[in-house]
């Protein structure tokens, strides 16, 4: 062992935790918001929760499952003064996970857009930006 191995393993030795290094690109908030889905060629919408968001995607319960790649037109509502504002986008599902029982949601998604136009991607930053504050 060199002397700076020796020196790094003294150093680390009686230190102990867990260290979580952040590998998201935009930072994500607590939105909770009801949405709108459905497949990109289906009609038939769904509702949802949309539980967390970025400038990059969503963190979304759904009722229906759906493969790993499949991709969504969404809609998410906020309050924005006295009326219900949408934010319209596409996105494609990248992870997915199974929740238990009782929940409201069946299934639990994570997207990234994949197609947001620029009126809509303005509203999700103001979103964004006030929840910053």
């Not at 060629?41 to 319960?61: F, M, N, T, W």
């Not at 009782?102 to 303005?122: A, M, P, Q, T």
Request: glycine share 10%; aromatic share 12%.
């Amino acid at each position: 062992m060199s002397m700076s191995e020796e020196k790094k393993k003294e150093d680390l030795e009686g230190k102990s935790g867990v260290v979580c290094i952040e590998k998201r690109r935009f930072p994500r908030f607590n939105v909770d918001l009801p949405m709108k889905y459905s497949e990109v060629k289906v009609r038939k919408k769904q509702g949802g929760i949309a539980h967390d968001a970025s400038e990059g995607g969503l963190l979304v319960y759904l009722q229906e499952r759906f493969p790993i790649g499949a991709k969504l037109k969404i809609e998410v509502f906020f309050s924005h003064g006295f009326r219900l504002t949408p934010i319209r986008l596409m996105a494609e599902i990248v992870w997915a996970d199974i929740r238990g029982p009782g929940d409201w949601g069946e299934f639990k998604y994570g997207l990234k857009f994949v197609n947001i136009g620029k009126e809509d991607f303005s509203k999700l930053k103001w979103l964004l930006d006030s929840l910053a504050a």
